[in-house]
């Protein structure tokens, strides 16, 4: 992918981080929350948001996550719509991406957030396939993704 086209990629997140940022004072409120919810919950934007998810660039991919944090925490319906989109599949598979390579730390680290937001705000719909991926990440990886790991599987047990 040519040098343009990921500052491109990059100002994009750029620009739905600081979106989501300045609603979230209002996020709960009548009809923000309403009109956010419908249209983060279709099936072109989960396509669309899926291909950032699985992009050769890991800037973009981490970008992608960072800003899926922001996404989740916008309702309950979002979290269900990503699941039935099957973004958790994408999360877990990520997640395991060649566990030897430690420029994916910072990227692990995002999903290791985002997972940890939908099991704290949104706990019947979190996807068990997760929790599978963290207890590898238990048994596979260096200490600081598995404490981060650890205390969300203990989230999971107490929820």
């Not at 309403?34 to 099936?43: E, H, K, Y």
């Not at 981490?62 to 944090?69: I, L, M, T, V």
């Not at 269900?80 to 395991?96: N, P, T």
């Not at 396939?129 to 600081?144: P, R």
Request: glycine share 2%.
């Amino acid at each position: 992918m040519s040098q343009e086209v990921t500052q491109k990629n990059n100002n994009l997140f750029s620009r739905i981080n600081d979106g989501i940022n300045k609603l979230r004072r209002i996020l709960d409120q009548e009809p923000i929350k309403g009109l956010l919810t419908s249209a983060l919950c279709q099936q072109k934007f989960f396509k669309f948001y899926k291909l950032f998810m699985i992009d050769q660039d890991r800037k973009i991919r981490e970008y992608a996550f960072e800003s899926f944090q922001k996404i989740l925490n916008v309702s309950e319906e979002v979290a269900d719509f990503a699941k039935r989109e099957k973004v958790h599949v994408i999360l877990s598979y990520s997640l395991g991406r060649d566990c030897k390579s430690p420029t994916l730390n910072d990227e692990r680290t995002q999903i290791l957030k985002c997972i940890q937001v939908w099991i704290t705000k949104y706990p019947t719909s979190f996807p068990f396939i997760i929790a599978q991926s963290l207890l590898s990440i238990c048994k596979n990886f260096e200490d600081n993704l598995r404490k981060r790991a650890i205390d969300i599987l203990i989230e999971i047990s107490a929820k």
